[in-house]
């Protein structure tokens, strides 16, 4: 009778063993699913977050082409300069994003930039010499484009269009 018992109570006890390993195992698979959802949840948080910051770059951009075109307007060459240089310098952290690199728009930013660095050359040398004019239609051309681009640019970004 005690034999029995004994067997008895070492059988309940593999039961509440086995019971305990599969709540086990059972814990651990559903942890592993909480990490890989955090994990999942926190690289799209990082991914929308530095979409915005470009989202915010680009827009910024957009409103120092409107002041550059002012400045071009009032013929302020001394600060026209300077934030052309700022702008030039701006497009081309945003042109080596990688997002941008599959964009239909992305051709036009880098067929741009040329044309930036020779508009600076030109502002350059009309301080430098004043009889040299700047062409400010040519000019206004150029940046109406680029907001353009950008325009387009931030339309992919928001919308993926």
């Known amino acids: 009778m005690i034999w029995l018992t004994e067997n008895l109570l070492n059988i309940i006890g593999l039961l509440f063993t086995i019971f305990g390993f599969v709540i086990t195992i059972w814990q651990i698979q559903r942890t592993k699913k909480i990490a890989l959802l955090s994990k999942e949840i926190a690289e799209e948080t990082k991914n929308l977050v530095y979409q915005n910051s470009i989202l915010i770059d680009i827009t910024k951009n957009i409103e120092l082409i409107l002041v550059l075109k002012g400045y071009l307007k009032n013929e302020k060459y001394e600060l026209l300069l300077i934030k052309h240089h700022e702008l030039h310098c701006n497009l081309i952290q945003i042109k080596n994003i990688p997002q941008l690199g599959k964009m239909s728009v992305y051709g036009s930013l880098k067929e741009i930039l040329p044309l930036l660095s020779i508009m600076k050359k030109t502002i350059e040398d ?3 010499s004043p009889e040299k004019k700047i062409n400010v239609k040519k000019h206004l ?3 109406n484009e680029l907001s353009d681009i950008l325009n387009q640019i931030l339309g ?4 993926g269009a």
């Open 141 to 143: 051309d150029v940046y």
């Open 156 to 159: 992919e970004l928001k919308y």
């Open 126 to 128: 009309y301080q430098i």
